[in-house]
DNA sequence: GTCTATAACGAGATAGAC
DNA sequence: GTCTATCTCGTTATAGAC
């Protein structure tokens, strides 16, 4: 796995055409265009399109890891602000990965190519509950979740935006964070 | 448009397989076998394959479109409420639709396709913020909108689900009515 | 390391027999 | 109304020259 300036450069313009149109919306062709080289090119680099898609999720992935090691340390109300509040840091420094992981099918999460992330998504999902068992927590935890998510990953927005991080914190917090439930 | 058993047969196969591979990742191929005809027959019946997504996606559209023009005949709170509520039973009723829409692209609204829906969908967002123009409250309204909808399209309960169904209610009513604002 | 050329395949769609 | 056969195109991936 060498380091190369061209190599580097169909990183960022694959992670570009992923995002905007999808793993599946997006041909070696498309990438070769944009790169300014021949497809061969990309796969003398690469060992296929879906090595392409691997090693650009994997920092993201490793950072995901290292959060839920680190929320399996707290207790459930530490953990779940810690949740919310590093889920929301991560998926904004990571909105491209973030996309090209969600490609919209239901198991986008059980491909083999992202095999490990299921659990750590899920312990991530309890932690948004308060890792309570109660329905009703758990479905407002995945609501949450793929919410936060899903608004990351549309945001255009380049740089660190605060006002849309504090934003999408506070709406996890009040909806999930029920001090005195009513009844 | 004549109703035939084949063609019926078409539709229900092709939602089925749409909805757990996606629009793209589904071929005429895979809707043929399972049907148990040839392409041909398929091409037959539809224009072209996005015909098929279409006329699925049609019935669910139609409503979404009666939902948003019942909403624009209240008032800003009424009308919240109304979304809310109107938007989860809509969701939940057409999950399978829902799914073959967001097809995990960030401008899957925009395709051709789908034209129209964009402004009905932003209507609705709208309504979900109470009609304010607060980028907090328009944040908070993208989050339940986009995690209620993803969660209703995982879910693979079959018939109407009322403990899901008031779950998405509460959750989405917690985190956006601020009857009392902190500050 | 990059290219052109091409292989090998699968896609959507069409033609025409039955 | 359904089929087989075919067309055309785009895809991933490989071969071999430079």
Same mark, same amino acid.
């Given at each position: 796995?060498?380091?190369?300036?061209?190599?580097?450069?169909? /990183?960022?313009?694959?992670? !570009?055409?992923?995002?905007?149109?999808?793993?599946?919306?997006?041909?070696?062709?498309? +990438?070769?265009?944009? &790169?300014?080289?021949?497809?061969?090119?990309? =796969? *003398?680099?690469? !060992?296929?399109? !879906?090595? +392409? /898609?691997?090693?650009? &999720?994997?920092?993201?992935?490793?950072?995901?890891?290292? =959060?839920?090691? *680190? =929320?399996?340390?707290?207790?459930?109300?530490?953990?779940? !602000?810690?949740?919310?509040?590093?889920?929301?840091?991560?998926? =904004?420094? *990571?909105?491209?990965?973030?996309?090209?992981? *969600?490609?919209?099918?239901?198991?986008?999460?059980?491909?083999?190519?992202?095999?490990?992330?299921?659990?750590?998504?899920?312990? /991530?999902?309890?932690?948004?509950?308060? $890792?309570?068992?109660? $329905?009703?927590?758990?479905?407002?935890?995945? &609501?949450?979740?793929?919410?936060?998510?899903?608004?990351?990953?549309?945001?255009?927005?380049?740089?660190?935006?605060?006002?849309? $991080?504090?934003? /999408?914190?506070?709406?996890?917090?009040?909806?999930?964070?029920?001090?005195?439930?009513?009844?």
């Amino acid at each position: 796995m060498v380091r190369t300036r061209t190599r580097d450069e169909i /990183l960022v313009v694959a992670a !570009e055409l992923f995002t905007h149109h999808g793993f599946k919306g997006t041909s070696l062709q498309d +990438i070769a265009a944009g &790169v300014g080289c021949s497809k061969a090119t990309l =796969l *003398y680099h690469f !060992e296929s399109k !879906e090595a +392409i /898609l691997t090693e650009l &999720v994997a920092p993201a992935a490793q950072e995901l890891a290292d =959060l839920v090691a *680190y =929320l399996t340390t707290l207790e459930a109300a530490a953990a779940q !602000e810690a949740a919310i509040e590093g889920f929301v840091d991560l998926v =904004l420094r *990571y909105r491209r990965e973030a996309a090209l992981i *969600y490609d919209g099918t239901p198991q986008f999460l059980d491909q083999p190519m992202f095999a490990g992330l299921r659990p750590l998504t899920d312990t /991530l999902c309890a932690a948004f509950a308060g $890792r309570s068992t109660d $329905r009703a927590a758990c479905v407002a935890a995945e &609501v949450l979740l793929g919410g936060i998510a899903g608004v990351a990953i549309d945001k255009a927005i380049e740089a660190g935006d605060d006002e849309l $991080r504090r934003a /999408l914190v506070d709406v996890a917090k009040r909806a999930l964070i029920t001090p005195h439930p009513k009844d």
